[in-house]
């Protein structure tokens, strides 16, 4: 059964960062050709791609909201993902959530994509304050 565990959120400060960990159990990176994503949810607005890597060639895509605030990385030695989150803002305020599937990254429409994922987290609030 394929899991995966968020960690890492909590509140911050404008202006800090933090370091988010996704945990996946039930397949590895190494036999499994997924891509995780990390994608988020405000309160009252729709889920949001931030970023998504493949951990079989560390390909990674960036939402242009967060490009050059995030950095998303994985240890396959131990099947997890991090996403780097510097520069937080009261609006980065959210669920972050992580995502496993086939695709994260639409070439068309140049966004993090959740329709290619086929298993989440439950997700870990994150709270900005100004």
């Known amino acids: 059964e394929v899991q995966l565990v968020e960690s890492g959120g909590g509140l911050v400060q404008a202006g800090g960062s933090l370091r988010l960990s996704c945990a996946a159990s039930?397949?590895?990176?190494?036999?499994?050709?997924?891509?995780i994503g990390w994608f988020r949810q405000a309160p009252g607005k729709e889920r949001e791609g931030n970023s998504c890597i493949s951990p079989r060639d560390d390909s990674t895509y960036y939402a242009k909201s967060v490009k050059g605030r995030s950095t998303i990385s994985s240890d396959n030695a131990k099947n997890t993902v991090q996403l780097q989150i510097d520069s937080l803002k009261p609006e980065d305020t959210a669920v972050y959530s992580c995502?496993?599937?086939?695709?994260?990254?639409?070439?068309?429409?140049?966004?993090?994509?959740?329709?290619?994922?086929?298993?989440w987290g439950k997700g870990t609030l994150v709270t900005v304050s100004s």
């Open positions: 039930g397949f590895t990176f190494d036999d499994v050709d997924y891509a």
């Open positions: 995502a496993a599937g086939p695709w994260c990254y639409d070439y068309r429409e140049n966004r993090v994509n959740l329709s290619g994922m086929d298993y």
